[in-house]
């Protein structure tokens, strides 16, 4: 293939340039668009505009690059997951923009209340654990009857909880036991024992 066969001179700008500079087309008997990448990009850019769309920002991209949507940054292909519906292949967001989406996402979700919110219940309470008092308090606990926030705690005291069953009396009987005052039930009926007083 000689030099004059693989490039092309686009309509728009008039430039002559190599056939990676032009995307896919059918209708050409060639298969590349008539535009290159960026004269196409700019057309689509200011149709966009025209209609009152948002419009991602023009920004020189390095190959292998890409221009992040949600942080405005432009990052190595590494940070971004795939997509197989997309043009090129990868989301419109990097992975850290979309994990943090992810997680505003779930605890409005699933227990009705902002990372902001969340966060200022933390601040309040010196960003330890009400319980523990040592941990830092990233744990959302909730009510699992009702659904209701009761506060934030660490790791081990809110699964602790949960494993109690969100039962006072079980939390009172291993407070108990840790404090040496076992429990022993005596049997009065079939099925029903008297705490020791």
């Not at 030099?3 to 728009?12: D, G, P």
């Not at 009152?52 to 942080?71: D, Q, S, T």
């Not at 010196?126 to 660490?154: F, N, S, Y």
């Not at 404090?179 to 020791?196: D, H, Q, S």
């Amino acid at each position: 293939m000689t030099s004059e066969e693989s490039v092309k001179r686009c309509v728009r700008c008039g430039e002559a340039k190599p056939y990676a500079a032009f995307a896919g087309g059918r209708s050409d008997s060639d298969g590349l668009q008539r535009h290159c990448r960026g004269c196409a990009s700019d057309c689509h850019r200011t149709r966009q505009q025209s209609v009152g769309r948002k419009v991602r920002p023009a920004a020189e991209v390095p190959e292998g690059h890409r221009l992040c949507l949600g942080g405005t940054e432009v990052k190595p292909w590494s940070h971004w997951h795939r997509n197989a519906t997309a043009s090129d292949g990868l989301s419109t967001r990097c992975k850290a923009c979309r994990a943090a989406e992810g997680r505003a996402g779930h605890s409005k979700r699933q227990y009705g209340t902002t990372e902001a919110e969340r966060d200022a219940t933390v601040a309040s309470r010196r960003g330890l654990c009400v319980i523990c008092l040592k941990a830092p308090a990233v744990h959302v606990d909730h009510c699992r009857k009702t659904g209701r926030v009761r506060g934030v705690l660490c790791f081990n005291c809110n699964s602790a909880i949960g494993k109690l069953g969100d039962d006072p009396d079980a939390v009172r009987r291993a407070a108990a036991y840790l404090e040496g005052i076992a429990w022993k039930p005596t049997l009065v009926a079939p099925g029903v024992y008297r705490r020791p007083s």
